[in-house]
T-cell receptor, first 113, second 116 residues
Framework: AQSVTQLDSHVSVSEGTPVLLRCNYSSSYSPSLFWYVQHPNKGLQLLLK????ATLVKGINGFEAEFKKSETSFHLTKPSAHMSDAAEYFC???????????WGAGTKLIIKP | KAGVTQTPRYLIKTRGQQVTLSCSPI?????VSWYQQTPGQGLQFLFE???????NKGNFPGRFSGRQFSNSRSEMNVSTLELGDSALYLC???????????????FGPGTRLTVL
Protein backbone atom coordinates (compact mmCIF):
# COMPACT_ATOMS: atom_id res chain seq x y z
CA ALA A 1 0.00 0.00 0.00
CA GLN A 2 1.05 3.55 -0.61
CA SER A 3 2.09 5.79 2.25
CA VAL A 4 3.69 9.16 2.74
CA THR A 5 5.79 10.47 5.63
CA GLN A 6 6.56 14.11 6.25
CA LEU A 7 9.67 14.06 8.33
CA ASP A 8 9.15 17.33 10.20
CA SER A 9 5.97 18.52 11.88
CA HIS A 10 7.36 22.07 12.17
CA VAL A 11 10.08 23.91 10.25
CA SER A 12 11.23 27.38 11.26
CA VAL A 13 13.38 29.55 8.96
CA SER A 14 14.29 33.22 8.76
CA GLU A 15 12.87 35.37 6.00
CA GLY A 16 15.18 35.33 2.99
CA THR A 17 16.77 31.94 3.82
CA PRO A 18 16.15 28.66 1.98
CA VAL A 19 13.24 26.37 2.78
CA LEU A 20 13.40 22.57 2.81
CA LEU A 21 10.33 20.48 3.64
CA ARG A 22 10.99 16.75 3.56
CA CYS A 23 8.71 14.03 2.28
CA ASN A 24 9.30 10.30 1.82
CA TYR A 25 6.83 8.02 0.11
CA SER A 26 6.18 4.35 -0.32
CA SER A 27 4.54 3.16 -3.49
CA SER A 28 4.15 -0.09 -5.37
CA TYR A 29 3.45 1.78 -8.56
CA SER A 30 5.05 4.63 -10.41
CA PRO A 31 3.60 7.32 -8.17
CA SER A 32 1.92 10.62 -8.76
CA LEU A 33 3.02 13.02 -6.05
CA PHE A 34 1.71 16.40 -5.01
CA TRP A 35 2.46 19.22 -2.62
CA TYR A 36 -0.46 21.27 -1.31
CA VAL A 37 -0.38 24.38 0.89
CA GLN A 38 -3.01 25.45 3.40
CA HIS A 39 -2.98 28.98 4.76
CA PRO A 40 -4.81 29.61 8.04
CA ASN A 41 -8.59 29.44 7.64
CA LYS A 42 -8.28 28.77 3.92
CA GLY A 43 -8.67 25.78 1.67
CA LEU A 44 -5.89 23.73 0.15
CA GLN A 45 -4.03 24.97 -2.89
CA LEU A 46 -1.93 22.85 -5.22
CA LEU A 47 1.72 23.95 -5.26
CA LEU A 48 3.05 21.41 -7.73
CA LYS A 49 2.70 17.84 -8.93
CA UNK A 50 4.94 15.09 -10.27
CA UNK A 51 3.43 12.78 -12.86
CA UNK A 52 6.43 10.81 -14.25
CA UNK A 53 7.67 13.53 -16.55
CA ALA A 54 10.60 15.71 -15.47
CA THR A 55 11.97 14.77 -12.06
CA LEU A 56 12.46 18.42 -11.08
CA VAL A 57 9.05 20.00 -10.82
CA LYS A 58 8.51 23.73 -10.60
CA GLY A 59 5.44 25.07 -8.86
CA ILE A 60 3.85 28.33 -7.91
CA ASN A 61 5.38 31.02 -5.70
CA GLY A 62 8.95 29.91 -6.39
CA PHE A 63 8.62 26.42 -4.92
CA GLU A 64 10.05 23.33 -6.56
CA ALA A 65 10.41 19.66 -5.71
CA GLU A 66 12.65 16.88 -6.94
CA PHE A 67 11.46 13.32 -7.38
CA LYS A 68 14.21 10.89 -6.35
CA LYS A 69 13.17 7.30 -6.95
CA SER A 70 16.28 5.79 -5.39
CA GLU A 71 15.65 7.67 -2.16
CA THR A 72 11.82 7.50 -2.40
CA SER A 73 11.77 11.19 -1.63
CA PHE A 74 9.93 14.24 -2.93
CA HIS A 75 11.31 17.16 -0.93
CA LEU A 76 9.93 20.67 -1.37
CA THR A 77 12.35 23.60 -1.61
CA LYS A 78 12.37 27.33 -2.09
CA PRO A 79 15.55 29.44 -2.37
CA SER A 80 14.33 32.37 -0.30
CA ALA A 81 11.49 32.32 2.22
CA HIS A 82 8.91 35.09 2.35
CA MET A 83 6.63 35.93 5.25
CA SER A 84 3.64 34.99 3.11
CA ASP A 85 4.96 31.40 2.90
CA ALA A 86 3.95 30.77 6.50
CA ALA A 87 1.38 27.97 6.22
CA GLU A 88 0.94 24.23 6.52
CA TYR A 89 2.27 22.08 3.69
CA PHE A 90 1.05 18.61 2.77
CA CYS A 91 2.80 15.96 0.70
CA UNK A 92 0.35 13.67 -1.07
CA UNK A 93 0.68 10.45 -3.06
CA UNK A 94 -1.97 9.04 -5.36
CA UNK A 95 -2.83 5.46 -4.41
CA UNK A 96 -3.65 3.74 -7.66
CA UNK A 97 -4.79 0.54 -5.94
CA UNK A 98 -7.92 2.18 -4.54
CA UNK A 99 -7.99 5.54 -6.35
CA UNK A 100 -7.48 7.67 -3.25
CA UNK A 101 -5.08 10.39 -2.25
CA UNK A 102 -2.87 9.51 0.71
CA TRP A 103 -1.99 12.62 2.73
CA GLY A 104 1.01 13.26 4.89
CA ALA A 105 0.49 14.65 8.37
CA GLY A 106 1.59 18.11 7.30
CA THR A 107 4.52 20.40 8.06
CA LYS A 108 3.92 23.81 9.58
CA LEU A 109 6.31 26.34 8.09
CA ILE A 110 7.16 29.24 10.37
CA ILE A 111 8.92 32.30 8.98
CA LYS A 112 10.90 34.46 11.39
CA PRO A 113 11.34 38.13 10.50
CA LYS B 1 -13.84 30.72 -13.47
CA ALA B 2 -15.31 30.69 -10.01
CA GLY B 3 -13.62 28.37 -7.56
CA VAL B 4 -15.12 25.64 -5.42
CA THR B 5 -17.66 27.01 -2.98
CA GLN B 6 -18.89 25.44 0.22
CA THR B 7 -21.83 26.42 2.37
CA PRO B 8 -22.18 27.09 5.16
CA ARG B 9 -18.70 28.11 6.26
CA TYR B 10 -19.40 27.55 9.94
CA LEU B 11 -21.91 25.34 11.71
CA ILE B 12 -22.64 24.56 15.33
CA LYS B 13 -24.76 21.54 16.17
CA THR B 14 -25.49 19.40 19.21
CA ARG B 15 -24.98 15.68 19.63
CA GLY B 16 -27.65 13.58 18.00
CA GLN B 17 -28.60 16.16 15.40
CA GLN B 18 -27.96 15.78 11.71
CA VAL B 19 -26.29 18.18 9.31
CA THR B 20 -26.08 18.75 5.55
CA LEU B 21 -23.12 20.45 3.92
CA SER B 22 -23.09 21.70 0.35
CA CYS B 23 -20.36 21.93 -2.26
CA SER B 24 -20.49 23.61 -5.67
CA PRO B 25 -17.64 22.49 -7.93
CA ILE B 26 -15.83 24.44 -10.58
CA UNK B 27 -17.91 24.65 -13.73
CA UNK B 28 -17.25 21.63 -15.97
CA UNK B 29 -15.85 19.45 -13.22
CA UNK B 30 -17.64 16.13 -12.86
CA UNK B 31 -15.89 14.78 -9.78
CA VAL B 32 -16.45 15.94 -6.21
CA SER B 33 -14.55 14.44 -3.29
CA TRP B 34 -15.10 15.04 0.40
CA TYR B 35 -12.51 15.03 3.16
CA GLN B 36 -12.54 15.38 6.92
CA GLN B 37 -9.67 17.32 8.47
CA THR B 38 -8.92 17.15 12.19
CA PRO B 39 -5.77 18.04 14.16
CA GLY B 40 -5.36 14.46 15.35
CA GLN B 41 -6.14 12.47 12.19
CA GLY B 42 -5.13 14.91 9.48
CA LEU B 43 -6.95 14.70 6.16
CA GLN B 44 -9.11 11.65 5.68
CA PHE B 45 -11.01 10.72 2.54
CA LEU B 46 -14.77 10.37 2.92
CA PHE B 47 -16.05 9.65 -0.58
CA GLU B 48 -15.96 10.66 -4.22
CA UNK B 49 -18.87 11.29 -6.54
CA UNK B 50 -18.58 11.30 -10.29
CA UNK B 51 -21.49 11.99 -12.63
CA UNK B 52 -24.01 11.48 -9.80
CA UNK B 53 -22.57 8.11 -8.72
CA UNK B 54 -20.51 7.35 -5.66
CA UNK B 55 -17.33 5.98 -7.12
CA ASN B 56 -15.23 5.54 -4.02
CA LYS B 57 -15.63 5.53 -0.26
CA GLY B 58 -13.27 5.86 2.68
CA ASN B 59 -13.47 4.16 6.06
CA PHE B 60 -16.25 6.12 7.69
CA PRO B 61 -19.44 4.81 9.30
CA GLY B 62 -22.74 4.82 7.47
CA ARG B 63 -23.77 7.98 9.33
CA PHE B 64 -21.76 9.81 6.70
CA SER B 65 -23.46 9.89 3.33
CA GLY B 66 -23.54 12.05 0.28
CA ARG B 67 -25.03 12.62 -3.09
CA GLN B 68 -24.36 14.48 -6.29
CA PHE B 69 -26.85 16.24 -8.48
CA SER B 70 -27.01 16.49 -12.25
CA ASN B 71 -25.30 19.89 -12.16
CA SER B 72 -22.40 18.25 -10.24
CA ARG B 73 -23.21 20.05 -7.00
CA SER B 74 -22.79 17.74 -4.06
CA GLU B 75 -24.14 17.46 -0.56
CA MET B 76 -22.77 15.58 2.40
CA ASN B 77 -24.97 14.49 5.28
CA VAL B 78 -23.95 13.38 8.75
CA SER B 79 -26.66 11.89 10.92
CA THR B 80 -26.69 11.35 14.68
CA LEU B 81 -23.77 13.70 15.25
CA GLU B 82 -21.08 12.78 17.75
CA LEU B 83 -18.56 15.03 19.47
CA GLY B 84 -15.82 13.44 17.39
CA ASP B 85 -17.42 14.67 14.18
CA SER B 86 -16.19 18.19 14.95
CA ALA B 87 -13.85 18.95 12.08
CA LEU B 88 -13.19 20.96 8.96
CA TYR B 89 -14.98 19.33 6.05
CA LEU B 90 -13.37 20.02 2.70
CA CYS B 91 -14.64 19.29 -0.72
CA UNK B 92 -12.57 19.15 -3.86
CA UNK B 93 -13.55 19.10 -7.49
CA UNK B 94 -11.72 17.93 -10.58
CA UNK B 95 -12.37 17.13 -14.20
CA UNK B 96 -11.95 13.36 -14.18
CA UNK B 97 -11.51 12.57 -10.51
CA UNK B 98 -9.32 10.26 -8.50
CA UNK B 99 -9.29 7.50 -11.13
CA UNK B 100 -6.91 9.69 -13.08
CA UNK B 101 -3.87 10.05 -10.80
CA UNK B 102 -2.60 13.14 -12.58
CA UNK B 103 -5.88 15.04 -12.28
CA UNK B 104 -5.63 18.13 -10.08
CA UNK B 105 -7.99 18.48 -7.15
CA UNK B 106 -9.26 22.01 -6.46
CA PHE B 107 -10.37 22.56 -2.89
CA GLY B 108 -13.04 24.75 -1.38
CA PRO B 109 -12.50 26.77 1.82
CA GLY B 110 -14.24 24.14 3.94
CA THR B 111 -17.10 24.03 6.41
CA ARG B 112 -16.09 24.17 10.07
CA LEU B 113 -18.47 21.92 12.00
CA THR B 114 -18.56 22.10 15.78
CA VAL B 115 -20.58 19.51 17.68
CA LEU B 116 -21.46 20.40 21.26
Amino acid sequence: AQSVTQLDSHVSVSEGTPVLLRCNYSSSYSPSLFWYVQHPNKGLQLLLKYTSAATLVKGINGFEAEFKKSETSFHLTKPSAHMSDAAEYFCVVSDQSNYQLIWGAGTKLIIKP
Amino acid sequence: KAGVTQTPRYLIKTRGQQVTLSCSPISGHRSVSWYQQTPGQGLQFLFEYFSETQRNKGNFPGRFSGRQFSNSRSEMNVSTLELGDSALYLCASSLEGLHLPTDTQYFGPGTRLTVL
